[in-house]
Structures are given as structure tokens and as C-alpha cells.
């Protein structure tokens, strides 16, 4: 919301020679942020200019360009040639003898655009003639300001080529803007910030003219008839609790609104229209209250407010056709013809042109929440919506019908109907009873009762005394329906007494017990990784409907049961992931399109497991807590989220170098990854081959379970056939891990296993097995048949070739053994190693070589 | 040649002549400081200390003499092999020295050359400041909550006092499930963590909250749809806005420095009442608003301040949907976005970096920030 620091000066007493920063500041200091500033930093000379004469040229970029003289008084060239101003303009929408606005070399513009002489298209030009929005008076970019239609024949006729145009024109005025937080709808009119402004001077006695304080008449009979006929109040709140109606009659709907009321209009940011249009629009800028004007001709009955009809439609005020929705509530001509949705936008029918005569004004108090749904529904947001969904005074709404009229009929001609219609349904709101010491107890300042009292007076409540010192009785005014309890009054205290008053008093827990088991592990399994040489990423969880085919998951694969977004950002990617290899490999993509060749990534986050259709969250009652029962279904709604790690590496995962060639990432190196998480939080893992789990590679991919069989995750290469439909480089490697099911196993104390300090003993076997027989069996039946000495099993070798019988390989383990309670003998240790390759056979069909 | 019965002068042995000695002695003593490596040396003193040196020779002459000469004799041959021994030793020392030194420097390797056979990974700088900001907290007492990120629309609006017509349950900002009656969103806060720990929590509570959050923003400089807030809550009894700003002072000491003060405003928040702004002042220019090269301060804009986020009291809707009585209990909460910080703190320029996952990124900030 902007306002004028002239116009705030109307209605409040602006610190002596305050600017416009020391007003947005003392505003800031009773809550209301600033947003920006306007106007005031344009530096002269802008002088008003003549145009005496133009040459028109077509140029070769295809522009019109006119090279115009122009008589700009006693400067520029005047002073130093003795000849009138050479200006190159690039807007036709003047003719010569135009009055117009020149901004001459030396000039500042707003934004800091330092105005000099300088050639263009071959021709020095000594200056500008200025547009709207190029001198910050509005946004108007098409063509040049002519003074005549800027300001009325009758103002420009009084002007001479050399006036000062800064003056003439207010833009030295400097205008604030603060931001509105929703519940200080009031604030939306230079009226509530000029009352706030009061505020933050320390509301001085006779500090604050209120420009809603005018005679209104009394309401009677003979008014245009207005009938409020809501059917369905939304949530009980009726949707029209106050409709003011008033008629002006023999306007001359062509007259020009007032140069100021058209310059304050510009510097709230809103372009003139015309007299009606621009009034309404002044006085809702005054007092906060929308208007709507009608002309009254296209009226064939009372106005009744009501409910749309199914199916009914209106085409608004900016050409849009609209279906209505049974929650609308609308202004009707007699109950049939739709004038427009009320507090939201007018119909285009009903619109005041330029041969209304006669206007009916409608000042009226709208439900919030009826126009916000309308606004939204409609994606129709106007300064009435705003206005109305935030709250506007309900008892502002005569005022600003009066002060309407009298603008009309002032620069309109015209006469005002005596006829008053005033529908009045409200209600004045509710005391509260409140606690004079809560404000303190709530902000941690001591306030004196005096001092709550007199601040709950300066915001215009009404307080009067209970039968205790304790309690007072608090009415808020009509423009603040936030204020409903104490915390509300509390906020109204503190601000007014300002929050920088509240101390700084670090509050002291009475002991925490640290982070749980699960936080810490978390870090550990992310260190590790880091540690390990992954780099971690945060991938987005948006993944494309067809992103479970391309990783070649199998039908009826719980992957494939994702969720799935009402409105996605993209409709490439509807779907939250199942794993997060499946976002990873993005992040890969990315990554080796730029160029990196070897990338290890990880990441940790959660999946989204619905395991089957979503339940319908409940949405019970907040006034109280909701039963166990109630809360149980609402948690139950929820999808299970279990925390993953997903792996991705591909190009070396060790470089080449000096030292000799690089290592290329390969599914060990997954295989490894994922042990060494495990082994970071202390559980022991198995590894078997897995053959039918995509998006793994069918040979090169590993199951990891804990040791009861619970599943920890996958590792290994990629399917090339995926490789290919994600675009990812050949060889890439993944791995994904189950965290949560890590960090449960993980949470119970490590029991220490006693070690032997005896000498080890080590012998070396080599098997021959057949090829498809896998490592992990092998040893793990050398760790069976070993015997309670073995300490260690080691592949150190892995032989396949020529000299072995085909189908066949060699593998080389050494075993270490050692006793708990003595140095083993040679003879011991054969009889152990026996003992593990017997098994090996039986199990593998290994035979010693 | 000469027998024991003969008389003896000593003169006559030329072996044992005082002069034979000392030349034998000082061509000794020459040829070792001539070896110029071991092997020399060993030579040396093969010819000049082994059994045929010399000096050896003669020693063995001294038997010959009569015992009147014998003493003098044995003295003086004994003195220039122990000289010659000494010499040795010494020389032996040097060269040795000088061996093990050159040796050293013939080992030398060029250290500059590079030798990463694997790059170092890294942690991402938004779990980095998430486990600072964390750490700190839990170091004061607090505990850290966490929630799922697909949540109970219940639970992130109604319980918060955000009703079916706020703004923020309208499709623009707000991922909601299909179908959309199911009463489910990604959560566009860490708020529900709030409303979880308060149902199912006896106060006192002090929790932070961080995660990521959703809302259907497309990804731009300052925009991206996930990103990650921590939000803090603390219900007790006695609380009140002071405490507030206490923990609010802490939270930016913990951020950007001791020394940074901080200023409050009013604002406006569904969840709380009163509700709170904080600036705090910019931990770059130190509140002078004036950047290193002259001009404005590219992190706070010249302002000298910076905004650092929403907080409040909890409001008395909130306590009552979540089972709290506001008549014996109060609370505060507060909340900021990661990203923001990180971008302040660290002067990351935008929020691509943060969320494409270049390895360029992570890895400059290593295991901790
Ligand atoms: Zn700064």
C-alpha cells in the first residue's frame, strides 16, 4: 500500500521535515515493513517545453524519428547558443505547439539515469521529452506526456515554456509504500497509515484527523431499493452485512477528474480513468472502502445481492467470460441481471461510460472469506478483493459514500439523490475481557496497567473498567476485527510500545538427551560415504510415470506403486520416487555432461512407499485435540517414508596418474560401499548374488541382507538396456541401502569378543571349482568346516585359464588360524585345513589342487 | 739377518727407524683423507692397517729388539697405529655420514607432483549447516525432531490455524496427492514436526526441526520447489517473547558471529500471535551498509541489515488443536531457510548451485562448514 507523504499529511502531523525514508521507518517501527519509496529522486532541470517545430524521419531499424526544436524557456541552448533546444524524440503522439515535459542535460532521472547531451541517429540531442513512466509518474512507456491532456486545457493554458515541470507536476512528493500483513486490512487506505503513522509519534492528542469522520445523512426510505438475499452463508457469516447505496444524478461523465486527485491516483500506482472510475478509486485509497460505480440507467430494479445459480455467467470488467460457482455472491439487477461479483470485479454491462449521467454508488462490507474463494476461484485478484479479504471497516461504508458524492457532484456537476439507502446488518464485535497483566506475561515486560489502557485507547478500542483492577472490558474498533483476545491485545502492546523494548533472555532447557541413535547414525552412514569418496547431492523427488519402465522394474514390483501429485510442476514428472538411484542417476547425468568424467555421488533421503491406494487423511476439528482414534487414522494416512542411501559412480573411480593406469568403478566398488556403511555402524551383512533385480545388470549385481535374511539394499552395475534408456554413461554402478533397516540393527550395544594373543598360524589352500559356483559359498563353507581356531578366510587369488579344465576356476584362500589358550602345532593346523576343504567339496564340490 | 745375541742398534732395524714410522704414519694418515668413499677407505686400510701394511710390519720387528729398545719402540709404533686406527674410525664416520646424506638427497621425490588416486568426497553444505545449527542447539539442551516429508494436510495447515481459505492450501503454492481429497501434501513447512511433537509430547518441549519442504515454486535464482528450513519450538511454562529473542540471538551468534546484534518488528503469522520479525545486522559490513570496493554492500544491499526470518508466539489456537492448555503453558517457535543462509553465509549466488548437484559444489565445502 502506498501513500503520498502529502496526502498522510492531510489527515496526521508528519515529524518536522521528516522525509519519506524517516516515515517508512517510524512505520516499520509499529509494523509495517517497507517496501519501497517513490518519487523524490529526480534532479532538474525538467522544465515544461513548446514544441515549435519537428522534422520526421524513418530510420533504417525501422523507427519513426523526429527531430524537434523546442522552446524550453531561459535554459539549455537558450543560455548558451541564444537558440531553441535541439531534441531527438522517438514518440509521434504530439503535434507542434504541444506543451510538453523536457528534461534537460544535467538532469537526474529516477533510478539514477544521468541525463547529457548526445548524439543519436546523427544528430545530437540536448535532452528528452519525457513519458510517464520515464519521470516515475506513472507506467504509461506509450508516447510522450502532452501537458493539455496530462493536466486539462484549462491548467496548461496558464503554462510557459521554462516553468519548473518538478513542481507543476508533485514529483518532487515523495511517496511510501509499505507491505500489509493480512491482518491489518485497515492499513490499505492513507487513512490507516496515517493513523499508524500517528501511532509511532506516541499518538499525540489531535495528532490524528480522521478523513472518515464526515456528515453522512441519515438513512431513509426513498433510496434506491437494495435487498441482501443470501441463501447460503458460507461457514454461517453472512456474505453482505452492509450495502450503502447512494445516486448522483446530471453528471457530465466527460469532465476530466481533478489534476491532484489524477496525480494521487498516479502515485498510488493506479492510472486515471475517468472522473467516476478515478473517484471511487480515490476514495478507496482514502478510506480503504471499494466502491462500485453503476450507471443508473442500466438499472431496471432493486439491487439484490445473492448467491450465484449453477450455470450462471458473467463477463467482468476485463473481458472475461466467467462460469459463476454456487459460493459466489453476486450484485444483481433486480435478482436476474448480474452487475458483477460482489467485492471482487463488475460486470462489463453495467459499466459507467462516457454517456452515463446519473451514478449509483455502492459502498458495501462483504464476508472475507466469501471474496477470497471468489478471488481465487476466478484467479481474480482487483484492490476491492484484496480490500475485503483482508477486512474493511464495516462502519466506514457511509462515509465513503459521502465523501463519493461530494467529489461527483464537485467536478462532475451534477445532484445528489436524497434518497439513502442503507442496509445495515452488523453487529458491533463482542467484548473481551481481558487481563491487563497478560501483555506483560506474554511479551516479558512489565507493563503498568495505565499504560495498557491508554494504548488499547490511542488504537481506538473502547475500555472500561470490571468490578477488578485486574480485568478490564476491551470493544475493539470497527476497522480491527483481528483484535478477538488477548494475545491479539498483547501484539497491539508490545508493538505500540515497540518490540525493540523486549529483552534478550536465552531460555534454558531443562537438559536434552542429545540426538537419538537414528541422527547419529545417519551422519555416520554420510561420513562414511564421504569418506569413501562420494560426494553427496540432493536430488529432487519427482520422477516421470514411465521412469519405473525405462529401469526395467518388473510388473507388480512395490517400486512401481509411487505417489502421485495432484499438481505437478511438470507433467513430465507426476510421480514421488520409490528409490533414490532413480533421482540420483539426474544428478550423474547432469554431472557428466559438464564434463566430469569419474563421478561418485550419494545421496540420503526419503522414498515413497504407499504400498497400495492412499487413505483419505481425516481433517478433524482444531478446537481441541482430536481423539487418539481420530489422530491414529491421520498418522495412519500417511505413507511410509523409509530413508535411503542411493550410490551412483561412473567413469575411474581412481585415477590414472604417475603412478600407473587408473582404476575404472566397477560393481565391487558398490559391493564394498555398501559394506563399509554397514561396517561403520557395526552390523555384519551377507552378499548373494542377484540375478532378477533390476535396474541392476542380471551377472553383476549383489543382494546385502543382514544376517536374520532382512533386506539392506542392492549393489552392483547397471543393466546396459538402462544405461541406455537414461542416457548414462556404459559401466555406471549403483547401489541403493535400506538406512533404517542399518540404523535398527545397529541400535544395541557391540558385545567385545575376547582375542587370542598366541602366534597365528597361516596355510594356504587353492580350490578348483566350477566357474558358476560362487566365492561367498565357497568360503563360506571353509569358515563351517575350519573349526573354532580359524581367525580369518582371505581370497587372494581368483584364477581362471588355460591350464585349468574349462568351466572351472581356481581360487586361492589363505586361512588363519589361531587358539585362544596355546601356539598350534603344524600338525593341528593341517588337520583344521583338511578338515574346512572336506567341507568345501561336499558343499561345492571343491577339489584341492 | 740379526739375532738376539747380536748387539743391537736400533738405528740398523730400518723398519723400526723413528722416521720409517712417521713416514709410514703420515702416508697412512695422507691416504685415508684422500678416500673419498667407503670402498677407498676399505682400501686404505687394507694397505695401511691390514696385516701388510707397514705399520704392521714393523710392530712385528719389535719382538727383535732388545728389551732396552722394545719399550721405546712399541710406544712409538703403538702410537702411529693408533693414530692411523683413529683416523680411520673418523673417516669411516664422515664418509658414512655423507653416504646416508646422499643418499637422502639421491631419494628425493618431487612433492608438488599430484597424487590423488581417488578424490576426496564431501558432505552437501545444506546437511552441513543443518548439523551446525543442530549441534548447537542440542548443545543447549534441545533436541532435534523430524517428520515425514509426504504429511497429513491436517497437520500442515488446520492444526496451524492455516483454514480451508488460506492462501497457501491454493494449488499454486502447494504440491497436493491425487486424488485430491486424499488430505495429503508435501509439507510446505517443517511446521507439522511442530504439531507432531505437541500431540504426542508432554511440555516441556525444545525441539529444532529441519527437512525439506515443497512448494510448487519453479527453480530459479532465488526459487527452487524443495528446499530445506529449520524451524525451532519451545513450549514451557512462563515463556514469553523475551525468551524468544534469546533464542533468536543465539541461533544468529551460531551463524554469522559473537558480535551480531539483532533488532525485532511486528509481523503477522496464522501460528503465532504476537508475531515477530527479526533483522539482525549484516555480519559483512557490520551494519555500515557500504561494500569493500565503495558502493553498497552486496550482502545486505546496503542496508546494513538482513532479514533473517518469521517467528512468534505459538498462537492459542495452535496449543489448543495440539492438546496444550495456553492457560498454564506457552511457547514460541521460529523457523529460517537453509538455503538463505547458505547463500548468506557462504555467498552461494543462487539456488541452482544448491539443488543440480555438481560435484563442484559439495566439494568445496569438504566435511564441515
Ligand atoms: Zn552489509
Known sequence: MRAPLTWLAEYTDLAPGASGADVAASLVSVGLEEEDLHGGDLVGPLVVGRVLAFDEQKQKNGKTIRFCVVDVGPHGQMLTEGRAQEIVCGATNFAVGDLVVVVLPGAVLPGGFAISARKTYGQISNGMICSEAEIGLGSDHDGIIVLSRLLGPERAADLTPGDDAIALLGLAEETIEANVTPDRGYCFSVRGLAREYWHSQGSPAGGFRDPAAVTTPERNERGHEVRVEDAAPISAVPGCDRFVARVVRGIDATRPSPAWMRRRLTQMGMRPISLAVDVTNYVMFALGQPLHAYDLDTLSGPIVVRRARAGERLTTLDGVERVLDVEDLLITDAGQDILGVAGVMGGAASEVGSSTTDVLIEAAHFDPASIARSSRRHQLVSEASKRFERGVDPQVAPAAAQLAVELLTAHGGGEADDGVTDVDDTTSPAAYRLDVTQPGRIVGVDYPRERVVQILRDLGCEVTATGDERHVEVRAPSWRPDLVDGPDYAEEVARIEGYNTIPSITPTPTGGRGLTHAQKARRVVANALAGAGFTEVLTYPFVAEDLADRLMISAGDERRHAVRLANPLSDERPLLRTSVVSTLVDALRRNVSRGHRDVALFELGMVFRPGGPLDQAPIPSVLTRPSDEALRQVYAAVPAQPRRAGIVASGHIEHAGWWGPGRPADWSDMVVAVRSVAAALAVPVLVVGDHGHRPWHPGRCARVTLEDGTLVGHAGELHPKVLAALDLPARTVAAEIDIDVLIAASDRAVQALPFSTYPPALTDVALLVRSDVPAGEVEAALRAGAGDCLEAVALFDVYEGDRLEAGHRSLAYRLTFRAADRTLTTDEVNGFRDAAVAVAAQATGAVQR | ?369
Not at chain 2, 510448487?216 to 512462563?238: M, N, R, Y
Open chain 2, 1 to 369: 739377518m740379526s739375532g738376539p745375541n747380536t748387539d743391537y742398534d736400533p738405528v740398523e732395524v730400518s723398519a723400526l727407524d723413528p722416521a720409517a714410522i712417521e713416514a709410514a704414519s703420515e702416508d697412512a694418515l695422507a691416504a685415508i683423507a684422500a678416500a673419498t668413499s667407503l670402498d677407498q677407505l676399505k682400501a686404505v686400510r687394507i694397505s695401511h692397517q691390514g696385516e701388510r701394511s707397514p705399520l704392521a710390519l714393523a710392530n712385528r720387528e719389535i719382538g727383535a729388539l732388545p728389551p732396552s729398545a722394545k719399550a721405546e719402540a712399541g710406544k712409538r709404533v703403538g702410537r702411529a697405529r693408533a693414530g692411523v686406527a683413529a683416523a680411520i674410525a673418523a673417516r669411516q664416520t664422515e664418509l658414512e655420514a655423507e653416504r646416508d646424506e646422499r643418499i637422502l638427497v639421491e631419494e628425493r621425490v618431487d612433492v608438488t607432483v599430484p597424487a590423488t588416486r581417488r578424490t576426496p568426497g564431501a558432505r552437501h553444505p545444506i546437511e552441513l549447516v543443518t548439523q551446525r545449527l543442530a549441534d548447537a542447539f542440542v548443545g543447549m539442551g534441545w533436541e532435534v525432531a523430524e517428520g515425514p516429508e509426504l504429511e497429513a494436510e491436517w497437520l500442515n495447515f488446520d492444526a496451524l490455524n492455516l483454514g480451508p481459505d488460506h492462501p497457501a492450501r491454493q494449488m499454486q503454492d502447494t504440491f497436493f496427492l491425487d486424488p485430491v481429497d486424499s488430505g495429503l501434501v508435501l509439507r510446505t513447512h517443517t511446521s507439522p514436526v511442530q504439531v507432531r511433537t505437541m500431540l504426542e509430547q508432554e511440555p516441556p518441549i525444545y525441539i529444532v526441526a529441519p527437512g525439506k519442504v515443497f512448494r510448487t515454486d519453479d527453480l530459479d535464482a532465488t526459487h527452487t520447489p524443495v528446499f530445506h528450513q529449520i524451524e525451532c519450538l519451545a513450549i514451557d511454562k512462563g515463556l514469553t517473547m523475551a525468551h524468544l529473542r534469546g533464542a533468536i540471538d543465539a541461533f544468529v551468534r551460531i551463524m554469522f558471529g559473537e558480535e551480531i546484534r539483532t533488532r525485532v518488528r511486528c509481523s503477522y503469522f496464522p501460528f503465532t500471535e504476537p508475531s515477530m520479525e527479526t533483522d539482525f545486522v549484516c555480519f559483512a559490513c557490520h551494519g555500515a551498509g557500504a561494500g569493500d570496493a565503495g558502493g553498497q554492500c552486496r550482502v545486505c544491499g546496503g542496508s546494513g541489515w538482513i532479514e533473517l526470518g518469521g517467528s512468534g508466539m505459538v498462537n492459542h489456537k495452535v496449543l489448543r488443536a495440539c492438546g496444550i492448555d495456553p492457560d498454564v503453558h506457552s511457547g514460541f517457535a521460529f523457523g529460517l531457510g537453509i538455503e538463505r543462509a547458505l547463500m548468506l553465509r557462504h555467498g552461494v549466488q543462487g539456488m541452482h548451485e544448491m539443488v543440480e548437484g555438481d560435484i563442484r559444489f559439495s566439494q568445496q565445502f569438504g566435511m564441515e562448514v
